[in-house]
């Protein structure tokens, strides 16, 4: 990940410097007229450039590395054939991004970043609501669980948190993976907790019930909502910073407008390297979120130390480090580490009632 990353910006760095930005800016200016078909063929074959060049990376990581460790269920074709739909997903979800941001750049160039992050806290608001009923099924195939045990206890666990339960729902994660997981979807009616069908073939009823419990602890704490906030906040300063820093630069290396094409590689790195310095501080509150939602779960599940062997068994199966240094763990981590979600859990337990 982090190759790919910092190869991205190397790679975007040379094309910006060799002057081939403006090569391309130039050449696809003569195939149309229209300013936004040739930002989206600009774009197009910049993308199609790096998909090229990532893809034997997407491969190991993505592929190779699943199988070389008996993760994966996944033939080559299919594995393929989920790159293709989700590359078509991100056309028909982003593509009208891209050009209401250029749009915004145009025809406002001191306060794009402002409308621009007005835009993507709608759209992040409109894909919370459709993604469970909408996305997910595009990959996934969703039932209702209907084993009366598991679904009286998450009954039990709704009626603690003062939450309505539309719906627990079972998808086949075992389609193209061994790992288990569980997680809460959704806005609004659209909310619910899905978990994967590994999970529930190979984890006790109470390993079920403490993961469960871990996902209606990020509702009660309202973990999705703050989520969005701080997600919002963030995009109104990361663009707000973005458009301060690319002004400059623009102005320094000699581009004719915000809008020119040639400099919207160097608008990509800024917003690579300000969203690489902030994403420590955003992994740190979701690991805040982890840590809460780990407390409820122990404090309503019927069985708190099947929180602990749930979190030992997903450690197995998924074949997490449980104990990664913590700089890595600082930096890149969503979640603490299995080894600090265990020992904060015992602690708790030894100090309950």
Known sequence: GLTETVLSVVILIIFIFSGYSKELRDIVSGWAV????????????????????????????????????NLSNQSFFAWLLEK??????????????????YYFLRNYPESWWFWMASALFVFS????????????????????????????RMKDLAQKGRFALSGVYRFNMSKTTKKANAAFTGLGKSKRIIIGDTLLDKFSIDEIEAVFAHEAGHYVHKHILIGIITGTLSSYITLYAAHLIYQYSIIKMGYQSPDD?????????????????????????????????????????????????????????????????????????????????????????????
């Open 34 to 69: 229209n300013p936004y078909w040739r930002l989206l063929a600009f774009i197009g074959v910049l993308g199609a450039a790096f998909s090229l060049i990532s893809f034997p990376l997407s491969y190991i990581s993505k592929f190779w590395l699943e199988h070389h460790y």
């Open 84 to 101: 293709v739909k989700a590359f078509a997903l991100t056309i028909v979800l982003f593509v009208p991004i891209i050009i209401l941001f």
């Open 125 to 152: 608001v409109v894909i919370g609501r459709i993604a469970p009923q909408v996305i997910f099924p595009l990959f996934y195939k969703f039932e209702l669980i209907n084993d009366e045990d598991i679904v009286k």
């Open 261 to 353: 094409l040639a400099a919207i590689p160097l608008f990509s790195i800024i917003l690579t390297v300000i969203s690489f310095i902030t994403m420590p501080v955003f992994n740190a509150l979701s690991r805040r979120h982890e840590y809460q939602a780990d407390r409820y779960a122990l404090q309503n599940s019927s069985n708190p130390q099947a929180f602990i062997t749930s979190m030992q068994k997903l450690s197995k199966t998924n074949l997490t480090d449980k104990s990664p240094h913590p700089l890595v763990e600082f930096l890149f981590h969503a979640h603490p580490s299995t080894e600090k979600r265990i020992q904060a859990a015992k602690v708790e337990i030894e100090d309950s009632p």
